[in-house]
């Protein structure tokens, strides 16, 4: 048995991750002590390995309770994904280090972009999503998807990063204060409107998600001015509790 301390010490993941995994129900501990404090074993440990395999695909928190809980749940098939996405990442950053190394040998003036195309990995992550997309609100977004023209999509897109300018108009005010907390109800609004029924579980996978995952996190960051996406995910913390 391990001590979340234990844990967190051999995995890199913060306490307070785990900790909000156990609240969520993803990860729960093996046992507590008699003082209450969380024990994990080599079952719990390999759930967590999991956990972090398909954070590596981008699935949500929410996602991911659901694949693991499923009944046709396969590891090994899941693994193979992973395999082969990390592989994937792997042959990207090669190449952009040769690019570099090149790039000092003839000078500024060798430029290629190729080495920065994420096309493959992010074909190959979609396809992943799309094989593993069982729940009911990957579902009703592949619905909601499919009915609407291009423009509505882009509409969709500008509502959303509206939402998150708005955020950064806020960025010095607290997260306790009923105007950002307003905010936030707009934003599960929003998303379940355009895309999902936004539940207050998956609202906070994806607060973890936009302070997380760099291209969220620029992108929202973009739409609102640096420090926006940290800002963003701390409020919907807040209003989860």
Known sequence: MKTVN????????????????????????????????????????????????FRELEFSLDDIKSILEAPDFDRERALDQQIELLTLKLQRLEAIIELARETKIKGGKHMQFEA????????????????????????????????????????????LMSVFAEFGSMRNKSVKDDEVKNLVQKLQSVITKNYYNCTDNILASLGQMYSANDEFRQNIDKAGGNGTAEFVSIAITEYCK
């Open 116 to 159: 920065f195309d994420k096309n493959k990995i992010e074909e190959y992550t979609a396809r992943a999503k799309k094989e593993w997309g069982n729940t009911k609100e990957y579902a009703e977004y592949e619905k909601k998807s499919c009915s609407r023209n291009k423009q509505e999509e882009v509409d969709a897109a500008n509502e």
């Open 6 to 53: 234990e844990v967190s010490k051999l995995t890199g993941v913060s306490i307070r991750t785990l900790q909000y995994y156990d609240k969520i129900g993803l990860l729960s501990p093996s046992k507590r002590t008699e003082a209450g404090y969380r024990l994990y074993d080599d079952t719990a440990l390999e759930r967590l390995q999991q956990i972090l395999l």
